[in-house]
């Protein structure tokens, strides 16, 4: 919660009234304030921060006396005095004061947190609007459910370290989340979707399929990807550059640094210096480590004079950069310091703009068809606070860009003030099995750094224009892409994706013509383009084999014994992991069925 808003709901307004059937927001809003009150009852002297709903449920920071530090256990223990409350059917009742007063009754009741954001208030704010439930008060807009007897639904979940306000400077307080619901229905599902989303984790898959791991000696938010991660990586990278040629880009590559003037010339460090690192000094020149791509490609333009027959120009470029990401956030392969992203910029003239933009979104949702996910989000955001350009231009960009989705029938939100600092953008938002959002693709419209970077080329008519840019990446980072794929498919990735393919279980690994026959069908089936490995665990049960081969979510399983290979047919037994079943094939009607599979690219 920002500042801004901590001020907003403070200030007392217009009373915010409850509607007859509270929403959910309302609903989670009042469960936030009761289980503060818990807390407060069960632990004297307990200081109480900020406590808003959000996506799926509330949450409230706390410092506890004599730095008491909750554990899971105490949940069961604040969850129990909250239905005590619950059942009292305690008001919520709004009350306006002045600032002064609101501030000297905070003060009284030692609570520290309530007097900083009141002396944080514009100077224009006069009254503030609290809510007490109970013992409980805090300063609060609302609205609110009538009573705590309408909080039956309601369960904690975890405990959380946060730093106040944010700021890694200031102390660490506790972050307890819970959720809330109108019936236990409804609350049965979403724990059942948090135990679900729990098995699918992408940093425990990561692991027990030995993707990539993390290391403390490495440093944090860095990834090391491992033999099977790294060939699953490279089939999305091959597919990325197949597609990009094929849809007029050109690669390019560029460096990891640069001197820091270059940064300066495209406003970077005006706006983004608190997440790149550096300055490092090389010639006793400064030098930083690149956060994003795009000064580089625009250097690439500006190498040589340019001709309107050139454009669009399409450079494309699977770029590392580094970002400082506080350690709190940082969070598998979601929230890193160190990613690819798949860039791409776009110079253009002005009259083939919207033509470019159009052409981006619908790359983009082939793009994630092909992997897999068909229900997308779509977000227009608009110009921020801090912003460079005429307003003018900004408006044209915003209509450009609304223009091409409304052409195509695209339903969208808007999303006020969040574009980028040089222009309006669209983002795209896949959704998962589970139906949770994933950023991916954004394209973002640019009338800025062409100016920053003095950008021309030669119109039709022998005259210097100048060009517009797009910027845009469609999977939005290798990285975050690869672990959204994992949770998606809860490791079983489809067959053109999944690192091994195939895996030939040997009933006797013993015996010579066994081992022989195995070796032959694991050359037959790679000369088909197959990723095939014979199972390499000596002694084990064939049941043991084929359940580890399920384990390790290999798509398919061939197994062998002295029988198949005494009958000299060429049939195998072929077991599908994914579906289940299991049948006799040929091994080349095999081999072509599944080089169809992976061809086609089919989700699973």
């Known amino acids: 919660m920002t ?15 409850a509607p007859a059937e509270p929403t959910l927001e309302i609903l989670r809003h009042s469960a936030a304030h009761l289980m503060a009150a818990a807390v407060v009852e069960l632990f004297d002297g307990a200081q109480y921060d900020v406590g808003p709903p959000v996506t799926d449920g509330f949450f409230y920071n706390f410092r506890l006396p004599q730095d008491r530090h909750l554990t899971p256990d105490d949940l069961g223990l604040i969850e129990k005095r909250m239905r005590e409350i619950v059942s009292r059917k305690v ?19 030692k609570q520290p947190f309530k007097v900083d954001i009141i002396d944080r208030m514009d100077d224009e704010i006069n009254e503030v609007a609290i809510y007490r439930t109970g013992d409980f008060v805090d300063l609060c807009r609302g609205p609110h459910v009538p009573d705590t007897g309408w909080l039956k639904e309601v369960r904690l979940l975890r405990v959380a370290g946060v730093y106040w306000r944010g700021d890694e400077h200031n102390e660490q307080l506790q972050r307890v989340y819970g959720t809330a619901w109108f019936s236990q229905a409804e609350l049965d599902a979403y724990l059942e979707r948090l135990e679900e989303s729990k098995r699918r984790d992408h940093r425990r898959l990561g692991q027990e ?29 091959d597919y990325w550059r197949q597609a990009h040629r094929a849809g007029g880009y050109e690669q390019v590559f560029s460096p990891h640094i640069a ?20 300055p490092m000094f090389i010639d006793e020149r400064p030098y930083q480590l690149k956060p994003m791509n795009c000064p580089f490609h625009i250097l690439i333009y500006k190498s040589r004079t340019r001709s309107y027959r050139e454009l669009p120009l399409r450079l494309a470029e699977l770029g590392t950069v580094y970002r400082y990401e506080r350690s709190g956030v940082l969070h598998g392969m979601l929230r890193v310091r160190g990613f690819t992203q798949d860039d791409a910029h776009i110079f253009c003239t002005p009259e083939q703009i919207e033509s470019e933009i ?86 973002q419209f640019d009338f800025s750094q062409p100016c920053n970077f003095d950008l021309e080329y030669i119109g039709e008519d022998g005259e210097k224009h100048r060009p517009v840019m797009v910027h845009r990446a469609l999977l939005g980072s290798v990285e975050r892409f690869f672990g959204c794929l994992v949770e998606h498919y809860a490791g079983h990735f489809p067959l053109w994706l999944a690192p091994v393919q195939v895996e030939i279980v040997p009933v006797q690994d013993d015996v010579p013509e066994v081992v022989d026959y195995c070796a032959g069908l694991v050359k037959r089936m790679a000369a088909s383009g197959l990723r095939v490995e014979v199972h390499d665990k000596p002694g084990e049960r064939m049941q043991a084999r084929i359940r580890d081969a399920e384990m390790r979510k290999v798509p398919y399983v061939i197994v062998v014994g002295k029988r198949d290979v005494a009958r000299g047919d060429d049939i195998v037994n072929v077991r599908d992991t994914r579906r289940g079943g299991q049948e006799n094939l040929s091994v080349d009607e095999l081999a072509s069925r599944l080089s169809t599979e992976v061809a086609e690219r089919r989700p699973n």
């Open 358 to 443: 159009g052409n981006v979104v619908d790359f983009s949702l082939d793009m994630f068809k092909t992997f897999g996910f068909t229900d997308i989000n779509i977000y227009l955001s608009t110009k921020p606070d801090k912003a460079i350009g005429d307003e003018a231009e900004w408006k044209q960009a915003e209509a450009a860009l609304e223009n091409q989705l409304k052409l195509r029938n695209i339903d969208f939100k808007l999303n006020p003030g969040d574009g980028a600092f040089y222009g309006p953008k669209i983002d795209m938002k896949v959704l998962d099995a589970l139906g949770r959002e994933w950023q991916c693709a954004t394209v």
């Open 259 to 278: 001197q820091r003037g270059l940064w300066e010339t495209s406003k970077h460090l005006d706006f983004y210096a608190d997440s790149m690192y550096g």
């Open 91 to 109: 008001p919520f009742t709004r009350e306006v004061m002045s600032r002064k007063d609101a501030r000297h009754l905070f003060d009284e009741m």
């Open 3 to 17: 500042d801004e808003d901590i001020s907003d709901a403070a200030e007392a307004g217009p009373p915010h009234l």
């Open 209 to 237: 399929l030995d993707l990539f791991s993390l290391s403390d000696e490495l440093g944090g938010g860095l990834v090391l990807w491992h033999p099977k991660g790294g060939l699953v990586r490279n089939v999305i990278e």
